[in-house]
């Protein structure tokens, strides 16, 4: 019997190199091929994803077509000019119906989301609650008043996904806390916005939705993580909006889009209903777990025009609902007498911290501002933040952290990244080991490159 069997061939012992070339090639190309139908099944995911926003941007048309076409005379330009205290007036005293503002906005952010893409989803479910607000005996504070929502705060019948693929497929089963509270106060929850991938970053732009740019200026980033949040109300196509904000992600989209934005005290407003543990509003899958028990506190909190939006919102929400629907929220309303007190006020400042420099645009609005608020009678006290590098390196990112990034790498287990976050994944993916010799290195010339380095490798 003849057989073609190299082991034959060889004295005993010896090993075909061509059998090992072969044996690699073939491992390596099942390899490709495996990882080649994985990428292909998140494209699909993706692809399913954005054909499922096409179709709700859709459905936002049509409904803003017919409303329009039923209602020729609205006038959408007065409309979109009120501020949202006036516009809440107007439809608590019935001069302003709610299908006009709800449809008006609609419109509007149809028209803003195809400029900047800002839109994720259209919430269908909001012409419901504008029949249920309707039917309220009593009129809460933002009766009628349209309010977009932040991709990942749970809002039922809707996903979640912080830009990441693994929560395409899982609708909320409930709303959020936060939700709940604003539908009770008479808002009408009408969109959800795009957000960076896993949310840790300053620009706004996910495999699944795309980019979302500055409407000021599309060359330019409209900030994040709440980003898709400043780019539609910059637009006009929204009034008011929920951001959340761990390092900035209310705070920084309100500054490059020119809004007023309000980081609340930690644990101010309910955090429950997160898109992953089933009770937080805020990302605590990306990051480490003792980032929300011992360092770092994040918050929701309101995003809008002008200042006294933001006041009117938190009048709002700390009510007797949110109190009751989650009791780890101090029960603590508005204080009203200490917002509108007149009374002359110490208020301390800084325009450097010591750590981060300033830009001096940055320097020059903090100059200008405590000028101002001298002149009003203010007393303005120069201080430093103490211990600034401690809580910074140890507190905040050591905080967020904690688990080495361990959490966050997981999440994007069966993901693209985005480009935008590729090189700060790459550092978190180095092992620890990696990491604690280039911070030995760079400890001389980068300091501070050095201590990051260091708080990236957990607090293990």
Not at 221 to 227: A, H, K, N, R
Request: glycine share 8%; with cysteine.
């Amino acid at each position: 019997m003849i057989q073609a069997d190299w082991r034959l061939l060889l004295p005993e012992g010896e090993v075909d190199p061509r059998a090992v070339v072969a044996l690699l090639c073939g491992s390596a190309a099942v390899v490709l091929a495996l990882r080649w139908v994985a990428q292909r099944r998140i494209q699909e995911k993706m692809e399913q994803a954005r054909r499922t926003r096409d179709l709700s941007l859709e459905r936002m048309e049509k409904v803003a077509r017919q409303f329009k076409q039923q209602n020729p005379g609205i006038q959408a330009g007065r409309i979109l000019s009120l501020p949202l205290v006036e516009l809440a007036e107007k439809l608590k005293e019935g001069s302003l119906s709610p299908e006009s503002v709800l449809y008006t906005y609609i419109d509007q952010a149809l028209e803003v989301t195809r400029e900047v893409n800002c839109v994720t989803d259209f919430m269908q479910g909001c012409e419901e609650q504008l029949r249920e607000v309707q039917r309220q005996k009593e009129r809460g504070l933002l009766y009628g008043v349209p309010v977009s929502i932040k991709d990942h705060i749970g809002c039922k019948g809707h996903v979640s996904t912080g830009g990441l693929v693994q929560f395409l497929s899982r609708a909320e089963e409930e709303d959020s806390v936060i939700v709940q509270v604003l539908k009770r106060q008479g808002a009408i929850p009408f969109v959800k916005t795009n957000v960076p991938q896993s949310m840790i970053n300053y620009d706004c732009s996910n495999l699944i939705f795309g980019q979302t740019v500055n409407p000021l200026n599309h060359q330019k980033s409209p900030g994040g993580s709440s980003g898709g949040e400043g780019a539609l109300i910059a637009g006009g196509g929204s009034i008011l909006g929920l951001g959340t904000d761990v390092a900035g992600s209310i705070r920084l989209p309100s500054s490059f889009c020119g809004l007023c934005g309000l980081k609340p005290t930690g644990n101010r407003l309910s955090q429950e209903m997160d898109y992953v543990t089933g009770h937080l509003c805020i990302p605590s899958s990306v990051m480490g777990v003792l980032a929300f028990v011992v360092a770092v506190t994040a918050t929701v909190g309101p995003m809008a025009r002008d200042v006294d939006s933001l006041a009117l919102c938190m009048r709002a929400l700390l009510c007797d609902d949110m109190f009751r629907l989650d009791p780890t929220v101090p029960p603590l309303p508005f204080n009203e007498e200490v917002y509108s007190s007149s009374a002359p006020l110490r208020i301390g400042y800084y325009d450097g911290d010591g750590y981060f420099q300033p830009s001096p645009s940055m320097r020059r609005a903090v100059q200008e501002t405590k000028k101002l608020l001298q002149e009003a009678g203010h007393t303005l006290i120069p201080f430093t933040p103490p211990r600034i590098d401690y809580m910074v390196d140890e507190l905040f990112t050591r905080g967020l952290f904690s688990d080495g990034a361990a959490n966050l790498l997981d999440k994007l287990k069966g993901d693209i990244v985005d480009p935008n976050l590729k090189s700060q994944i790459n550092c978190y993916r180095l092992p620890i080991l990696v990491k604690r010799i280039l911070a030995l290195i760079l400890k001389p010339v980068y300091p501070r490159i050095a201590r990051d380095l260091n708080a990236l490798c957990g607090v293990g």
